[in-house]
Every structure is written in structure tokens, then in C-alpha cells.
């Protein structure tokens, strides 16, 4: 999935990245340990950005974590977008994120403006 969406936002004409993000967090110790949360895709057009994680299956509650922790800690408030299997049509989760499906995305030019 993540080479379709890919090659896709190529062909919209955007400059696509991946990204890295870096976490402190107090491991069973208590000691503080330094980690690095990867974005699947920084998406930029001009003044435009996007963060997109790109997920086959999110009903796990794992899935779910390991997914959102990247976008989480993030910390601007440029568009942060989720895309999984189907056809979902977008919506907006409690803490902002969009997620939509995998076909809405490549039907709609536009999907990432929702």
C-alpha cells in the first residue's frame, strides 16, 4: 500500500519524504531513553505539508498506538492524515488526525485538502 500512495502523491506533483520523529521517554528504570518514531511520508507542495501514515489493518489497539504515536509527537500543526485499507470516506478522530481509505484517496485529486 505504502508504494501506491507513493507513486500517487508523485504524480500529484508532490515532493514526498520520510520522516523521523524523535521521542525521550522513562523506560522500566526510570531511566531516560531516546527513540525514533518513523512518519511513512512528509508531503510537501509549496506552502502545503502533510504528515501521512500509510495502514493496512488498524483493529488492533497495538496497531492503533504504533500508528498515531509518530503523528502524536509531532509538534506543529500541519495536516496529519492516516490512510488505511478500503474505502473509507474522511473523517476526523478526537485528536484531529484524518483517516480515510485507501480508495477514497485514489479517486479524489483533492482528498488530501478534506
Known amino acids: ?8 502523491l508523485l504524480v ?8 523521523i520523529v524523535d521521542v525521550f521517554a522513562k ?8 527513540k525514533q518514531l518513523e512518519v511513512d511520508f ?3 507542495q509549496g506552502s502545503q505539508r502533510y504528515y501521512i501514515q500509510v495502514a493496512y489493518d488498524m483493529t488492533s489497539e497495538e496497531k492503533q498506538t504504533q500508528e498515531l504515536n509518530s503523528l502524536r509527537n509531532i509538534p506543529d500543526s500541519f495536516k496529519k492524515i ?12 478526537e485528536e484531529g488526525f484524518v483517516i480515510m481509505g485507501m480508495k477514497y484517496f485514489l ?3 483533492d482528498s488530501l485538502g478534506f
Open 1 to 8: 500500500m505504502e508504494n501506491i500512495v507513493y507513486n500517487e
Open 12 to 19: 500529484r506533483g508532490y515532493n514526498v519524504d520520510v520522516g
Open 27 to 34: 523506560n522500566s528504570e526510570g531511566k531516560r531513553v531516546h
Open 42 to 44: 512528509v508531503v510537501n
Open 82 to 93: 492516516i490512510i488505511v485499507n478500503g474505502t473509507k470516506k474522511p473523517w476526523r478522530n
Open 107 to 109: 479517486l479524489n485529486a
